[in-house]
């Protein structure tokens, strides 16, 4: 059974950072693409970030970008996201997401999230 | 980027009732999928590619449309149904873009 399960959330500091952390098993994490996607309050799903399986090619939204940074450890199976240069408006839940083989960016699978609150 | 368009913002049916949810996007897309997402849940896949049902999801769900336009329906409203709904596209280029949800709630 695929598990996927966040950790690092909390309180941050405007400017400040934090890294959200990503432990996935039950499948071959190597071979699929993972994404972040986050939802802030009262609002619909946000796709923030992606990370290919293979080659660590990374995408990011423009929200994020130049300030986020998505990375894994595949002897880890472990997904991260570095954030950096926090606003008050990256106040959400982020969720971790599986990717399907075939195709990247769609969610098969989703972690139940982890908590940033960003304020000071 | 592609925005897509979710209507209505609020479906307010009774269980039992067939269920409509649209989407249209900004431009064609290559990939579609639809999630159901209950408060304090983690998201659920239903519908990839647009019609194809994810595993286990009951056949009363069932997707259509191509290009720009595409519809979630849901044929005899079960309880446990009433969530929210939001269509991704995906497989072309970044960002995989979500439409702003559907609610689906008891009337």
Known sequence: ?120 | EIVLTQSPATLSLSPGERATLSCGASQSVSYLAWYQHKPGLAPRLLIYDASSRATGIPDRFSGSGSGTDFTLTISRLEPEDFAVYYCQQYGGSPPYTFGQGTKVEIK
């Open chain 1, 1 to 120: 059974e695929t598990q996927l399960l966040e950790s690092g959330g909390g309180l941050g500091q405007p400017g400040g950072s934090l890294r959200l952390s990503c432990a996935a098993s039950g499948f071959t994490f190597s071979s699929h693409a993972m994404s972040w996607v986050r939802q802030a309050p009262g609002q619909g799903l946000e796709w923030v970030s992606l990370i290919s399986g293979s080659d660590g090619s990374t995408n990011y939204a423009d929200s994020v970008k130049g300030r986020f940074i998505i990375s894994r450890d595949n002897s880890k199976n472990t997904l991260y996201l570095q954030m950096n240069s926090l606003r008050a408006e990256d106040t959400a839940v982020y969720h971790c997401a599986q990717s399907g083989v075939r195709v990247v960016g769609g969610v098969i699978n989703w972690g139940q999230g982890t908590l940033v609150t960003v304020s000071s």
